[in-house]
């Protein structure tokens, strides 16, 4: 037997977010494309586990299995309903969250729009709209101001990638729904701009508050004729993103997975040294469609691997090649692992997974480079968004009939580790 112990004040915790969790998010805009026809939608997000009610006993019971830290979202289309008219109440009761998270020992980290937007924001385009960036860092600012200084580490956008993918190049059944190269990359652009906007509007309020992007990021693999759209799917889906947040006082990864894209040779396009972007953007949507793609472009062809519910190959360790990779970009950079968990109805999965990427984590901190997080998808298991309520990725079961909550064997494991700051191997 031996033990992995972590740095002195590493954080350790559960991600929510506010739209997953809370129940009654009526004012957004995801929740009248759920109720919409014709959406992918399984489900309505509904009362969700009723967060917003029973954040107090959600907050003691993390604290209980012995977590130092919570990382969760305010919601922007309770606390600015209407454009321009801020509800007291709403951040009253965000305010009154935070110092739930404090007074259980739990460092809070603050996620300030995760994929969900008011439907005033949406119907004047959402992150297609020129003004939407100036809204955002208007709310940020309100928000900051209100929280005081009860918060020391904020994430402005959750994912960045994931919104302007899966909504507007119309890939995972995100709103608004958009089909089109010309809409998606407006909205990186557009979504980029929000993030430094509001990071400065933070820095303005709380100069010494630290502020990073929480990335959606996957290790990847190519053969040799698919590395360029490998290269090319990397640098639209992630790398447009960490550049656009360079100036971060951190950056937060969030990996679930690997990806592996092959083909038989480099089409002409390749071989003649121009990438042809129509194509290769088709190929970027029908990555998470399907895996059979025309003109010889295959994803993740491999047949007897291990795969979750999701369909993601089944690779914890994927998280200390996209640790590895961000700290190879920023040397020095502090790296909070913001999202990492498996959807699995065998919790003995789960905890698996736990395992294995905690112990490829700490390889990288032997390493010298400097991770300062592990926080766990999700601490309860909620609303994953077109899935609905399907997809298992909590620590904590949720009786959505009662709202009951059952702390399952993965939560006292991974609780045990964060309170002795160390993992027992052998």
């Known amino acids: ?5 972590f740095p002195v004040g590493f954080m350790w915790g559960t991600a929510a977010s ?20 014709g959406t992918p939608c399984k489900e309505p997000s509904g009362a969700a586990i009723d967060h917003y009610n029973r954040y107090p006993q959600d907050l003691a019971l993390l604290a209980g299995l012995g977590f130092n830290t919570h990382r969760f979202s305010v919601e922007w289309a309770r606390i600015e309903p209407e454009e321009g008219a801020f509800d007291e109440a709403q951040l009253d009761h965000y305010r009154s969250m935070v110092d ?47 929280f005081g200084n009860r918060v020391d580490w904020y994430n402005p956008i959750n994912e960045a990638a994931a919104v302007a993918f899966g909504g507007y190049m119309g890939a995972m059944g995100f709103p608004p729904g958009a089909h089109g190269v010309a809409s998606w990359r407006r909205a990186v652009r557009g979504l980029i701009a929000g993030h430094r906007q509001a990071r400065e509007a933070i820095k303005r309020l ?46 937060g990864v969030n990996t679930y997975t690997r990806t592996r894209i092959e083909m ?10 121009a990438l042809s972007v129509g194509p290769i953007e088709r190929f970027l949507v029908s990555r998470t469609v399907d895996r059979q793609v025309a003109a ?60 294995a990427g905690l112990e490829a ?9 400097p991770l300062r997080a592990y926080i766990h998808w999700t601490g309860f298991d909620n609303f994953e968004w077109a899935l609905g309520y399907s997809m298992k990725f909590g620590l904590v079961a949720v009786d959505r009939e009662t709202q009951e909550r059952k702390p399952k064997p993965s939560a006292r494991f991974l609780g045990q580790i964060a309170q002795a700051n160390r993992l027992t191997i052998g």
């Open 361 to 369: 984590l700490h390889t990288l901190i032997g390493e010298g480079i």
């Open 1 to 5: 037997m031996g033990e992995l112990v």
């Open 100 to 146: 739930a998270v404090r007074s259980n020992g739990l460092i809070p980290i603050v996620t300030l729009n995760h994929f969900t937007l008011p439907m005033w924001v949406a119907a004047k385009g959402g992150w297609l709209g020129d003004a939407t960036p100036g809204f955002f860092a208007r709310y940020v600012g309100r928000v900051v101001e209100a």
């Open 18 to 37: 506010a739209h997953q969790t809370e129940g009654g998010n009526s004012n957004s805009d995801w929740w009248e494309w759920e109720l919409r026809q």
């Open 264 to 273: 038989s040779r480099p089409m002409g396009w390749f071989a003649r040294g």
């Open 296 to 355: 010889g472009l295959v994803v993740d062809p491999r047949e007897g691997i291990r795969r979750t519910p999701m369909g993601y190959e089944y690779r914890p360790q994927a998280i200390a090649a996209t640790v590895r990779r961000v700290a190879g970009l920023f040397p020095g950079k502090p790296i909070l692992v913001t999202e990492h968990g498996v959807a699995t109805d065998d919790d003995t999965e789960r905890v698996e997974y736990i395992r």
């Open 206 to 251: 709380r100069p010494g508050a630290q502020v990073g992007q929480m990335h959606a990021l996957q290790e990847w693999e190519s053969n040799a004729g698919g590395r360029s759209v490998m290269e090319y799917s990397r640098r639209m889906g992630e790398d447009v993103y960490l550049e656009g947040s360079r100036d971060d006082d951190y950056v």
